[in-house]
């Protein structure tokens, strides 16, 4: 079936309540029931929930062949949980589970051993880099891997779609009852916002601490009410590599001066007044914004109100150094952001607050400013994060739709061209975010202004911002670079790139 | 039915799964889907939450006859919540209804008009005092008004057994989003903790606020993400009146008494140690217990762990002074409770937190010891909070059954006789807590072990606590005040106490 935006979505994909994508607003008012775990009272108070080790917790917590499993990626390529409780499964001989992670990376390459040999046959995440984008992309997994954004996977297990049978939960501390969080410890993430919904929505949770601390751990960010097993290992993880993920500083000149653009768009956008709320993504350019940005407010007295995101040390200066009020943080993404997060005025949100299109409003929906990065854009705006152009995939969509759908005004920022390949071109590899949702582009060789936003190529129109149509961006690409090749979906195994 | 305490349960009440009383833990291990709400997706970013007035928050939220509405009671004897809403709704001629109420008392007595002409037909709450018990008593409600602890209020909303169709939420200060607090504003209340249940788990809720604050109003104890609707209006409340209702402080000779033995019990238990738990109800005796137990810390250089409950200005005074290292509030019960819960190491916990019997483990089960108040003890052990002896409803289960189930040790502390009516007796008038979780019964003529407890009987061998049995407390209760007359439910209208 041809979707909105041009693409044609095998029938084989359309079921089980998968509909094509019909437009970012299309479930606007959608009415629902939502989902619910089947859980036990704990009436007596006798109960102890530490057990020996995570053989015993994934033993009692029923963990049958063709479950679905769940982790958080807070310690990003740092994790040691995924690995851990992969191993024990694999020994249990526990086949044919749907492992939902927030995201996977090179931490979680045993996961890899277990695609190949059928203990793991679905996959649904955000990110899947490294071997096992790789392993999928030559489609060794079973079932169709889905991947879906921050908010799509909130929105997914809250509206039933993911049922989640056992959460296995890495924190930083937990008291022996489950009061967990990311504060403190030894493996201090800030924040264990994605795991929110795993807390809440799955039948079973399991919670993986090398900080076992006296009671009550708060405040706690996951509710010791809704834990049935607590696990003490020697460590969760290297919080040392939570930096190394996605997160680039930049120095580049050319990256410096597209960042100089985007803050100028920013300022003369329209939107620029205080209280405005911005987030950026982790990538050289979007970060550079923030120096920029600290410009313009200076120069017009403005204060930011809130900054949310994926946190990382350039926010925490500006926050710091009072630019910022609030910080809204769904993940830190470096240890300036894990130290901040233990700071007034620098609040946890769960990814259902941050982003979840089926709640009563999430934060992306009060956002001023989104400045997000790209693979690929196209001349219909559409935009690529997740799978290289040639059909790898190699990253994430983390909230990159539900940001730009839900920001006043969504800016792209990236290169024409990269190793010698045209970023914008006639048609992405695959669509992570709908060109509907993103309204500035940002290059290195000139600015273009989604059509749609009249109100913006108004407010640039006596500016010295470099406007360019989208086709001559293009243009200029393929100028540079030489005609990209015909764009495909890459399916030779069975990955599907889902809008949530 | 006979009930496993004896009581003749009338077969008409035990319909839509009501079961007789089966023993504190006979639920314990009962597995349960959750219940849960249906929503509607907000997914575009315009959406206004506020709206001009109650009026029309009720006409947006859909409300019918026959509906389900809820409220808290933080504001206590100050609240102007529901009588606001209630008239909003009389006016507009909607019958029939359902008030799931967390307590009501004298600042709701227009609901006396409400359920005299039909508009409220039925009553779930905890507190059902002043005109308000009387008109219930004297059998003006349609149906049967069903009395809950705190804790079995959440259990119900979270299993489905109550379903709130619309819940208005008074809020000490909130954003236009719905992020709600019960900090700051004109009218604090501290936490906001009972209504946690009612936001997660109501299809539409409605924040009624006098002081609307820029957002994001952090921390929130409702989520805007569970909100529809905002109102703002010139006051919710006086809170001055908070503390007008069960808090009770003593300088009475025989009460201090009484809670001396309190803190001896304590004392000589074998459960105080370092790091233990307690909460105290709001009597005057159960207060003076803390003066009595801080002398017993000092002596034994020991301090407490966690002190929970409705939080008074007591417990106040000994976590300041470090004597107590956290205070988890549910309800801050005076105006100290309410300035010490903007302090570190005051945490606000939701209802469920608190004392739900069906999640994984609430904090009442982590309760070294509770000191509880009583309006009659029987030879049982079983306590009656609710009911005088007269069969007029009077009272609140509060937390007091599901605490006196959670505790290590729980103590009653009431006077042998009140009013010329004995307070230990054959039987109580109806049954709020069960004796099979009563294990010591202080008075101030000796101190009763419930013989369950063999433990607590041994501990106080060689003590001078004046131990007697429970026969011979009702024995000295009788010769002085002659004999009770047989107690009965009253029941000429519908009123039936339920345990959780």
Redesign the interface.
């Known amino acids: 079936m041809i979707n909105k935006i041009g693409r044609d979505i095998p029938d084989e994909y359309l079921k089980n309540g998968v509909e094509p994508f019909q437009g970012?607003?299309?479930?606007?008012?959608?009415?629902?029931?939502?989902?619910?775990?089947?859980?036990?009272?704990?009436?007596?108070?006798d109960?102890n929930?530490l057990v020996d080790s995570i053989h015993d917790a994934v033993v009692k917590s029923g963990l049958k062949d063709g479950m679905t499993i769940s982790f958080h990626h807070h310690l990003r390529d740092g994790d040691y949980v995924v690995n851990m409780v992969m191993k024990e499964i694999h020994k249990l001989g526990i086949k044919d589970l749907t492992v939902c992670a927030t995201s996977l990376g090179k931490a979680h390459n045993y996961l890899v051993t277990c695609i190949e040999d059928g203990t793991v046959t679905g996959i649904s995440t955000s990110g899947i880099r490294d071997e096992i984008g790789e392993v999928v992309s030559e489609g060794k997994l079973k079932h169709p891997a889905v991947i879906r954004s921050h908010g799509g996977r909130a929105r997914a297990i809250e509206d039933g779609t993911v049922k989640i049978d056992v959460a296995f939960i890495g924190a930083s501390t937990s008291d022996a009852?489950?009061n967990a969080s990311g504060k403190g410890g030894k493996s201090d993430t800030g924040v264990l916002a994605y795991a929110d919904g795993d807390a809440k929505y799955a039948d079973k949770?399991v919670v993986i601490t090398d900080t076992l601390v006296?009671?009550?751990n708060?405040?706690a960010s996951i509710?010791?009410?809704?834990?049935?097993y607590v696990v003490k290992v020697d460590s969760i993880g290297d919080p040392e590599k939570i930096a190394t993920g996605a997160l680039r500083l930049t120095k580049d000149t050319r990256e410096l001066n597209m960042a100089k653009e985007v803050a100028k768009c920013i300022y003369y956008s329209g939107y620029f007044k205080d209280?405005f709320s911005f987030q950026t993504g982790a990538g050289g350019p979007s970060l550079a914004t923030t120096t920029f940005l600290k410009q313009y407010m200076e120069k017009d007295h403005i204060k930011c109100?809130?900054a949310m995101g994926g946190v990382t040390e350039p926010i925490v200066d500006l926050f710091k150094a009072g630019y910022v009020n609030?910080i809204?943080d769904d993940q830190s993404f470096d240890l300036a952001a894990v130290a901040s997060a233990h700071t007034q005025n620098h609040?946890e949100i769960s990814a259902?607050?941050y982003a979840?299109?089926?709640?009563?409003?999430?934060?992306?929906?009060?956002?001023s400013f989104v400045i997000l990065g790209a693979l690929e854009i196209d001349t219909g705006f559409n935009v690529n994060v997740v799978q290289g152009s040639n059909g790898i995939l190699r990253g994430a969509p983390g909230g990159h739709p539900d940001t730009a759908?839900?920001?006043?005004v969504s800016i792209i920022v990236a290169p024409l061209i990269r190793s010698r390949m045209p970023t914008v071109r006639d048609k992405v590899t695959s669509v992570t975010t709908p060109g509907e949702s993103i309204d500035i582009v940002v290059t290195d060789y000139g600015v273009a202004v989604n059509p749609r936003r009249k109100d913006l190529l108004a407010a640039f129109k006596d500016t010295n911002i470099p406007l360019k149509t989208i086709e001559e961006l293009r243009d200029l690409a393929y100028q540079y670079a030489g005609k990209a090749k015909a764009s495909r979906i890459y399916r030779p195994g069975r990955c599907l790139s889902r809008i949530p």
Chains 1, 2 share one sequence.
Request: aromatic share 18%.
């Open positions: 970012i607003y299309y479930r606007d008012g959608y009415q629902y029931k939502k989902a619910a775990p089947t859980v036990r009272a704990y009436v007596k108070p109960g929930k009852y489950g949770v006296d009671g009550p708060f405040p509710e010791g009410v809704d834990v049935d209280g109100g809130w609030e809204l609040f259902s607050q979840n299109p089926f709640n009563k409003g999430a934060f992306v929906n009060q956002l759908a839900g920001a006043s």
